[in-house]
Every structure is written in structure tokens, then in C-alpha cells.
């Protein structure tokens, strides 16, 4: 079991690292915000102003990729800072839906973390202290971590009201050398 779960967090790594589309947009949702958008202000969302526009916080830095002209991934940093922190728990996708006319933030299941609350519950009958413990740790780590996405869907929210011109941004554009 341990050796299938090292395998699943190193491909995971390999796939956010390689911010692969398949991985971005698919999976278990965890989270899912729903912001009403103007069609006008649909036609092309500059997902590279995120990255500079969203507030800094004491935890690891969000990055953002934009996979096509209506939808972006994000994440945290794969180099996570010293000192306190949590798990992440979700890999996020921001779809602009025109049909909708709407722009859902979503939030992915990593499936590191899904294989890992499956074996604390299995852990449940052996050790129930530990791994209700764990389950807690990753409860705490959620919460986090919804209230960092819903940071990035008001963010997303204040790009949709500054329905303009966009110019380009100040500062670098995401790549995919992180």
C-alpha cells in the first residue's frame, strides 16, 4: 500500500509540475464557486493578471497557468516555505463558461489526498486515534484551502467587474518552467 501511494504523490508531482490539462480538468470536486459574468466580460479573461493580482498570504504562494483562451489552473508552489503549513488538499481550474455566462472556480481532489483519507479510514479499526487525527489534520488543511479558492474566485469576481480593455499585465506571465 505504501509503495502505491509513493507512486501516486510522484506522478502527481510530475503531472502539476508539467501543469498537464487532463489532470487540471478532471477529477473529484471538493470545492465549486459559481460567479455570474456579463457575456462582454467573458470574450477573453486575462487569467495572467491572478497570479499578480491575488493577495499575498503567509502560506504557500498560488500560481496560476492559463490552459486556453477560457480556462486556467492553479496551485500552490511545488517549493513550500519553512516553518507552519498544511496539505494541500486541491488542485484548482477556473472555467469560463459562455454558454452559462458564468465563471466556476473549481477545486480538484489530489488523489494522493483522496488515497491517503482512504487508508486512515481503513486505519480507523487498527489505530483510531492516529488516523482520526489525520482525517483531523486534513480537515484543517481543507479549510485553508477553501478559504484560499474562495480568495481566488473574489479576485476572479473583481476581474469581471473591471470589464474593459485589457492591457497587458505588469510583471511576468505564467510559463511552464515552475
Not at 86 to 114: H, Q
Not at 117 to 143: D, N, Q, R, T
Amino acid at each position: 500500500m505504501i509503495i502505491a501511494l509513493v507512486a501516486v504523490i510522484l506522478v502527481e508531482l510530475l503531472l502539476l509540475a508539467l501543469w498537464n490539462r487532463r489532470y487540471f480538468g478532471w477529477g473529484l470536486p471538493v470545492f465549486t464557486q459559481r460567479i455570474p459574468a456579463a457575456p462582454a466580460a467573458l470574450t477573453r479573461l486575462p487569467f495572467n493578471w491572478l497570479e499578480g493580482d491575488y493577495p499575498p498570504a503567509r502560506w504557500a504562494t498560488l500560481v496560476f497557468e492559463p490552459l486556453s483562451d477560457d480556462s486556467c489552473a492553479f496551485r500552490e508552489t511545488l517549493l513550500m516555505p519553512r516553518g507552519p503549513g498544511y496539505v494541500p488538499i486541491m488542485r484548482g481550474l477556473i472555467v469560463a463558461d459562455r454558454r452559462r455566462r458564468e465563471v466556476r472556480v473549481i477545486g480538484w481532489c489530489n488523489w494522493s489526498i483522496a488515497m491517503m483519507a482512504a487508508i486512515a479510514v481503513a486505519g480507523l479499526a487498527i489505530k483510531p486515534a492516529a488516523a482520526l487525527f489525520f482525517l483531523g489534520m486534513l480537515a484543517v488543511s481543507y479549510l485553508v484551502q477553501r478559504r484560499r479558492f474562495q480568495n481566488v474566485a473574489a479576485a476572479v469576481g473583481a476581474l469581471l467587474e473591471n470589464n474593459k480593455e485589457w492591457a497587458p499585465p505588469v510583471g511576468r506571465v505564467p510559463t511552464l518552467d515552475r
